[in-house]
């Protein structure tokens, strides 16, 4: 029985896509190749009713989804495989299919780091003297106010690549894309230190839920220590 539903669930998909799936009716087709032998239809409802919503799901600790009945180790790292692997997709698609440097894109860009991601994490991109990307990547996970251990790392990014300007991003989980009062002030910080090492701080970004904002464009260019 479950054989004969599972192939019609898989021809659905493969004639139309998931454009007509119900939320539980896309767990239940992806658990198919994490739970062989059990009724995914059952523990997909289990899923939407204990999370609510697809993105909770995928954002949800593995040690909670391993609390929901007929998930185990292997479906619950299935599960969270499926945002990393949109966002390495969605990354690498638009490094070989946009090289333009301007800065809308270069955000979007930084945005498809977030993806998926449940803590805080910093991310910079460094740019040469000719405004060529040469470094681009995370230098800190869990909380952006310890400012002191990044602030370390991008020192040290800047001088191995001999960078001459700087983008920083980091993003706000379980917020909105609006600058803290510690944001504000981190920013000030690096700012000077940057200002030291002649390098250009060329703005500060701020995502959450897939939005992203400007510290310049909001504002606050006056905590850019620009010449």
């Known amino acids: 029985m479950h054989q004969g539903h599972r192939e019609r669930i898989r021809k659905k998909f493969t004639s139309h896509g998931l454009d007509n799936f119900e939320d539980h009716e896309i ?16 523990i997909a409802h289990k899923l939407i009713n204990t999370f609510g919503s697809i993105p909770a799901v995928f954002d949800a600790p593995i040690n909670l989804l391993k ?4 998930v185990g180790e292997v479906a619950a790292v299935f599960i969270k495989l499926i945002p990393e692997l949109t966002r390495i997709y969605s990354e690498r698609k638009f490094s070989t ?21 449940t803590e805080e994490i910093v991310a910079i991109m460094l740019f040469d003297a ?6 681009d990547g995370i230098v800190n996970k869990g909380t952006v106010n310890a400012v002191d251990m990044y602030f370390r790392k991008i020192i040290e990014l800047i ?3 001999n960078a001459c300007s700087l983008i920083l991003a980091h993003n706000h989980p379980s917020g909105f894309a609006v ?10 910080q690096l700012s000077k230190i940057l200002h030291n090492m002649r390098v250009t701080f060329v703005d ?24």
């Open 27 to 42: 767990l239940e087709l992806m658990l198919f190749y994490a739970v062989p032998r059990k009724d995914t239809n059952e």
């Open 67 to 70: 609390e929901v009945d007929g």
């Open 97 to 117: 299919s946009n090289h333009s440097l301007e800065l809308k894109n270069l955000c979007d860009k930084l945005c498809l780091k977030f993806i998926g991601r």
């Open 130 to 135: 000719k405004g060529k990307l040469i470094y």
């Open 159 to 161: 001088v191995l690549y």
């Open 179 to 188: 600058p803290s009062q510690a944001d504000m002030d981190s920013t000030k």
């Open 204 to 227: 500060h970004i701020i995502v959450a839920d897939g939005d992203y904002v400007s510290m310049r464009d909001c504002g606050f260019d006056a905590i850019f220590e620009d010449d």
